[in-house]
């Protein structure tokens, strides 16, 4: 049975840091893409960030871009998120997500890529 499990999840203060982390099992997804999306209450959920079987191509949000990086650990099966300079609007649960085979035409960014996902971590940023 697949299981994706996340952790790192807290409280934190406007302008800190956390990382999350997703370990997978079940499977290796060394030749797949993995991902991060989050859902803040009352909204759909969006993208975050993602990254290629080979860590060479990371994808990002607009509203992540230059403050969370995403990594993976192939020998491990894990996928991490640092998250730096952290903002209130950034509270939401955070899910990783890992796809079954590799699609080429569907773009990282979008959910129906992947079909694996985690039960989702806590992250709320006071101000």
């Known amino acids: 049975q697949v299981q994706l499990v996340e952790s790192g999840g807290g409280l934190v203060q406007a302008g800190d840091s956390l990382r999350l982390s997703c370990a997978a099992s079940g499977r290796s997804f060394s030749s797949n893409a993995m991902g991060w999306f989050r859902q803040a209450p009352g909204k759909e959920r969006e993208f975050v960030a993602a990254?290629?079987?080979?860590?060479?191509?990371?994808y990002y949000a607009n509203s992540v871009k230059g403050r969370f990086t995403i990594s993976r650990d192939n020998a491990e099966n894990t996928v991490n998120l640092q998250m730096n300079s952290l903002k209130p609007e950034d509270t939401a649960v955070y899910y990783c997500?890992?796809?079954?085979?590799?699609?080429?035409?569907?773009?990282?960014?979008?959910?129906?890529?992947?079909?694996?996902w985690g039960q989702g971590t806590q992250v709320t940023v006071s101000s």
């Open positions: 997500a890992a796809e079954k085979v590799y699609r080429y035409n569907i773009a990282y960014a979008s959910p129906s890529r992947y079909d694996y």
């Open positions: 990254i290629s079987w080979n860590g060479v191509g990371t």
